[in-house]
């Protein structure tokens, strides 16, 4: 199991920048991948970025150049780096979490933190 708590979103006006947290409550090198997901309303959940079980950086198309996602093994904390943030990146940003045993995956999620960018 693990805990993630997360921290960092806001308000900003278009072309800002908005830097998002998540602390895990274990080692994250001992989760499969971590990752952000966001939901804007009326939209399905989608991956945004996220560390896979081999330490490589996936993100999806539209924040390619803009996002990075990093990490601090120290701290237990993920990290989202948005820069020249778009309105169409308002959502809930969701951090989460997957273990791999024995091929099942379960996937644990943060509460959400809402960032919402103004044109």
Not at 19 to 46: D, H
Not at 63 to 91: C, H, W
Request: proline share 2%; with cysteine.
């Amino acid at each position: 199991q693990v805990q993630l708590v997360e921290s960092g979103g806001g308000l900003v006006q278009a072309g800002g920048s908005l830097r998002l947290s998540c602390a895990a409550s274990r080692s994250i090198f001992s989760i499969n991948t971590m990752g952000w997901y966001r939901q804007a309303p009326g939209k399905q959940r989608e991956l945004v970025a996220q560390f896979t079980s081999g330490g490589n950086r996936n993100y999806v198309d539209s924040v390619k150049g803009r996002f990075t996602i990093s990490r601090d093994s120290a701290k237990n904390t993920v990290y989202l780096q948005m820069n020249s943030l778009k309105p169409e990146d308002t959502a809930v940003y969701y951090c989460n979490a997957k273990f791999v045993r024995y091929g099942d995956i379960t996937a644990y999620w943060g509460q959400g933190t809402q960032v919402t960018v103004s044109s």
